[in-house]
């Protein structure tokens, strides 16, 4: 099931879906997040560092399993999701040093990376509330549309539409890596609660066709309408198609 909650901007969106985590961490110390990149959760990020500041919230039991990176970059890199992570919440609240976990984008036997990750997951007993952001074309995580889903964590190649929605924080769209290692939908939709955040019109017809339309791998996001627990916290312009 699918339960929207309406935001009339951005601002409210991020405040909203960050009391929504916040209360996850709150009622279960030791929760263990599954976390997303992306400019749309920023905002989410931003607000979580606020509440802990504000001495509101404790991270130092929270483990962390992001959904996906790119293949090839280091993590030292500043597009690196990695360092998206670092630079928006790990290096600002009390997480232990070996709390937060995202695939290794320089693993070359890939492999050996998809059953690692696999088995990260795994071992952290279920992520009690994966985080995620919808792609325009209905991805989530980088589950691109597709003729089947993906069970686990697996290695693709990046669609079209991502390459260019992505270019914007490269110097240029030769730079966007043409890979990525992504959790699969089997992984997702194991998670025992999952928070969305969408915001902005570009959004729109991915959320109309995510919680209205057929449960198909053409719109990843669309098998949702499976799982017993999802809240979507979406601007009016994401819901302004429904
Ligand atoms: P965005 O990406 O938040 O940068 O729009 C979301 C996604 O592609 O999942």
Redesign the pocket.
């Known amino acids: 099931m699918i339960k929207v909650i309406r935001a009339k901007d951005y601002e409210e969106m991020s405040r909203k879906a960050a009391a929504v985590m916040a209360a996850q961490i709150i009622s279960k110390e030791d929760t263990v997040l599954g976390l997303a990149t992306?400019?749309?959760p920023e905002g989410l990020y931003a607000n979580l560092v606020k509440a802990y500041q504000a001495g509101n919230l404790d991270f130092s039991k929270v483990r962390t399993v992001n959904l996906d990176e790119y293949q090839g970059l280091p993590r030292e890199h500043d597009q690196s999701y990695y360092y998206f992570m670092n630079y928006h919440l790990f290096q600002h609240v009390n997480m232990a040093a070996d709390a937060n976990n995202l695939p290794n984008g320089m693993n070359e036997d890939i492999q050996a990376e998809c059953e690692r990750y696999h088995g990260v997951i795994e071992s952290m007993g279920g992520v009690d509330m994966q985080l995620l952001?919808?792609?325009g074309n209905g991805?989530i995580g980088f589950n691109e549309p597709s003729d089947h889903f993906e069970q686990k964590t697996h290695c693709l190649a990046l669609a079209e539409d991502t390459i260019k929605a992505n270019s914007r924080f490269f110097a240029s769209e030769d730079e966007v890596p043409r890979r990525a290692f992504s959790m699969g939908i089997g992984e997702i939709m194991a998670a025992k609660k999952i928070l969305m955040v969408a915001n902005g019109k570009g959004k729109a017809q991915a959320v109309k066709d995510m919680l209205t339309g057929p449960v198909t791998p053409q719109v990843p996001a669309s098998i949702l309408q499976f799982h017993p627990d999802v809240v979507l916290v979406a601007d009016e312009d994401a819901l302004s198609l429904l």
């Open positions: 992306g400019s749309t952001g919808i792609g991805h």
